[in-house]
Each structure stands twice: as structure tokens, then as C-alpha cells.
């Protein structure tokens, strides 16, 4: 069972694009953590066959995760036990960024070329967890903002999905954006929307 996380009602999907303030190559390539994030890692390089074969091994964990559980609380076990475990059909030690439920979305993010920065799939039955929908936090430059925040919206108006929504997010002092849902489905389709070959919509604009 997928959780839901009714506790997150507004979905925003406008920005404000003057309070974003993109860090220093000093912030973007730490080594060292950050304060919102203590493993945090540069993810920039990552492309879309990256993302491509994450997207793989993350929808068959939570695929298994929801087939096998009958709680939120049981799904979240699952995916806690996965690595511990060899007789799981996947393995998640291959996912990178970010855990599973949010590894696809921050890795499209970062072909994007934004940078996440903090991540987390909501984790439900977790003591002082509860309360953590699905997100991501990220920087990103305006004209790439300007362009996700589009594509975003086009994504909900084509896909009927209510349930995602992006705000403005201040990380690490600079002004960044969060990406967020009320469950993994929304943040991982998206991720896949997000995927498709820009070329692909821009011959269809043009005809």
C-alpha cells in the first residue's frame, strides 16, 4: 500500500522568481555536507540514461513494496528492509541521490540541470517522520526554473494529476525551489514526464 499523505492540501505551481538566488560553485560542489543535508553530494552530471535506468530499479521496488505490504506503515518496512535482505527480486544498493521514492525525480532534476540538495519519500509510521511528504529541495537557475515550473504545469493540466505542487524553499541561506506531492506516484510520474526528449515536444509545438 502507497501511502498518501492527506496532511498536504495546497499545491502550488507558481513561483516566485525573484527570490531565487542560485549558490556558488563553493556551495554547489561541498564534499563535506551541508547543514540541510550532511550527505549531501554534487549530483550534476547525471543525464537522462541515468536517470533511465534508476527509474527501472525504483518503480520495481515500489512496485514490490506496494504488492507485498497492506499498511503505509508495512510499505515503509519493506523498502527499509531491501538492502538487508538478498530474497528481495531488487536490489536498491544501485540507486543514487537520493532513496528509493525520490531517487527518480531528483536525478530528472539534476539532467535538468538543477542541483537537489535534500530528499525524502514521506516516511509514515517512523517516529518523528510522520509528518514528511514526499519532496525534493533544490537550486536551479531562473531560466531553468521559468522552464520546470512550465512543464510542470503542463504536466497537471495533460495528466490530471492534483497532487504535486512546487513553492519556494530557502536552502542554505540561497533561494531555492521544493518540489513536492502528497504521495510517490505523482513525484515519480512526473520524474518520467520530465524525461521525455524536449526535441520531441518542440516538433509537436511546431506543427
Given at each position: 500500500m502507497i501511502p498518501t499523505f492527506p496532511k498536504v492540501k495546497k499545491f502550488y505551481l507558481k513561483v516566485d522568481f525573484k527570490r531565487l538566488n542560485y549558490p556558488p560553485e563553493r556551495v554547489l560542489s561541498c564534499e563535506y555536507g551541508l547543514f540541510s543535508n550532511q550527505e549531501y553530494s554534487d549530483a550534476r552530471g547525471f543525464n537522462w540514461n541515468?536517470?533511465?535506468?534508476?527509474?527501472?530499479i525504483e518503480k520495481a521496488a515500489i512496485?514490490?513494496?506496494?504488492?507485498?505490504s497492506?499498511?503505509?506503515?508495512?510499505?515503509e518496512e519493506i523498502l527499509e528492509r531491501f538492502n538487508e535482505d538478498n530474497n528481495f527480486p531488487v536490489g536498491l544498493e544501485d540507486l543514487v541521490v537520493a532513496e528509493?521514492?525520490?531517487?527518480?525525480?531528483?536525478?530528472?532534476?539534476?539532467?535538468?540541470?538543477?542541483?537537489?540538495?535534500?530528499?525524502?519519500r514521506g516516511h509514515p509510521g517512523i517516529s518523528g517522520k510522520e509528518d514528511s511528504s514526499?519532496?525534493?529541495?533544490?537550486?536551479?537557475k531562473k531560466i531553468k526554473?521559468?522552464?520546470?515550473?512550465?512543464?510542470?504545469?503542463?504536466?497537471?493540466?495533460?495528466?490530471?494529476?492534483?497532487?504535486?505542487?512546487?513553492?519556494n524553499a530557502e536552502i542554505?541561506?540561497?533561494?531555492?525551489?521544493l518540489l513536492y506531492a502528497n504521495n510517490i506516484p505523482s513525484l515519480m510520474n512526473f520524474a518520467k514526464y520530465l524525461s521525455e526528449p524536449f526535441t520531441s515536444r518542440s516538433k509537436t509545438k511546431k506543427k
Open positions: 541515468a536517470f533511465k535506468e534508476n527509474y527501472q512496485d514490490y513494496a506496494d504488492k507485498h497492506k499498511t503505509a506503515k508495512e510499505f528509493a521514492g525520490v531517487s527518480s525525480i531528483a536525478i530528472a532534476l539534476a539532467a535538468f540541470d538543477c542541483v537537489p540538495v535534500t530528499s525524502c514526499p519532496h525534493v529541495a533544490f537550486w536551479a526554473s521559468k522552464e520546470l515550473v512550465s512543464i510542470l504545469n503542463e504536466y497537471v493540466l495533460k495528466e490530471k494529476d492534483k497532487h504535486i505542487g512546487i513553492d542554505e541561506g540561497y533561494g531555492g525551489l
